[in-house]
């Protein structure tokens, strides 16, 4: 792994591990406010790591947006970073994925604050966590590049299902309380994975006749494809040389996202390359290496998660650490 990958790994990473904590704080969060008891394990124990776990969603969610803001594959500004919508990649998801983590900061606010307010305004803040929740979840399934991945989807499944279960455990256990917290965490996880499985969100392999053919809609990665690009050079030094990076959007037939990196000790020698093209439409990243590159263009092979590999070309004019061009992908 070159060091250009590092930055974009490292948020999908941080992202995906801030949504398993945050699953897991809400899970004690409603067990210790529906006050089960889990056996060897007392009640301050649970809020203790309730507590913890909830600074390390913190943690893990600033690594997220911190490796997003230094990463020049999908170039965010700003204001993009905290304004809802204000980001041209996938607008709708990202603006979720704001929105939560903002109402976080907000819930964090409160918890800061719970000795100098109101009881009541303290509780009512702080079941916006399942909202939080909520939003991270559709969050994840449509700005992650690894939306698409069985491991995800498997991931998002479960716990959806297990949150799912604990919210109805909650609101029925007063009513029967004389049953079983594991039978009924059992009984409604299977019902809330049921539910989520009747969503279409179930990995392909495992999914229905109804989840296979929500499936079919989802466009797939293109086998050809020629689109007008333009992007920016940068150049980043580090210990064992130089980094540089190509990053551009191409517009035509399909919207895509494009990013070359090149590792160089002396400025003019190559050790290793990078090469990224991502599908918008279908969300596939087809990656590869260049074989070639110079002031006129490049030109290397790359493949989608499961495919056949591509050539990729591209022509381009570079002026004042901008580019501008075509790029071709062909079979």
């Known amino acids: 792994m070159s ?28 067990t210790v406010s529906g006050r089960a008891r889990l056996p060897r394990w007392p009640a301050f124990a649970l809020t203790d790591v309730h507590r913890f776990g909830s600074l390390l969603v913190g943690v893990f ?36 994925g704001i929105v939560s983590a903002e109402l976080l900061l907000a819930i964090a606010v409160t918890n800061l604050l719970r000795r100098k307010i109101p009881y009541r305004w303290w509780k009512r803040a702080h079941m916006l966590n399942l909202v939080v929740w909520a939003g991270s979840a559709v969050h994840l399934l449509g700005a992650g590049t690894d939306s698409g991945a069985a491991w995800l989807r498997t991931l998002a499944v479960a716990s959806i299902a297990a949150v799912l279960g604990a919210i109805v ?7 029967l ?16 994975f049921t539910l989520v499985a009747g969503l279409g969100l179930l990995p392909h392999s495992l999914g229905t006749n109804g989840t296979a053919a929500a499936a079919t809609k989802r466009p797939q990665p293109p086998t050809r494809l020629s689109v007008a690009f333009s992007g920016s050079i940068a150049q980043r030094q580090g210990a064992g040389g130089a980094l540089v990076s190509v990053v551009g959007h191409g517009s035509g037939n399909r919207k895509v996202l494009v990013r ?8 003019s020698t190559i050790t290793d ?21 110079d002031a006129t263009g490049f030109n290397g092979t790359c493949s989608f998660p499961g495919g056949a590999a591509h050539s990729v070309t591209g022509s381009w004019q570079v002026r004042d650490g901008s580019v501008s061009g075509r790029v071709l992908l062909a079979a």
């Open 3 to 30: 060091a250009g990958h590092i930055d974009w790994y490292a948020a999908r990473a941080a992202g995906v591990v801030a949504y398993v904590l945050l699953t897991g704080v809400v899970l004690l969060g409603l």
């Open 61 to 96: 969610l600033g690594v997220h947006v911190l490796a997003i803001s230094l990463d020049s594959y999908t170039p965010f500004s700003v204001a993009q970073l905290v304004v809802p919508g204000a980001s041209s990649y996938r607008p709708l998801w990202v603006a979720l």
């Open 169 to 175: 455990w909650r609101v029925v256990q007063r009513r």
């Open 177 to 192: 309380p004389r049953l079983s917290t594991v039978g009924a965490v059992a009984a409604t996880s299977l019902a809330g």
């Open 273 to 293: 390359t990078s090469l990224q093209l991502e599908d918008v439409s279908s969300g596939a990243v087809c990656a590869g290496t260049v074989a070639a590159i």
């Open 260 to 267: 070359i990196d090149l590792v160089t000790p002396d400025g």
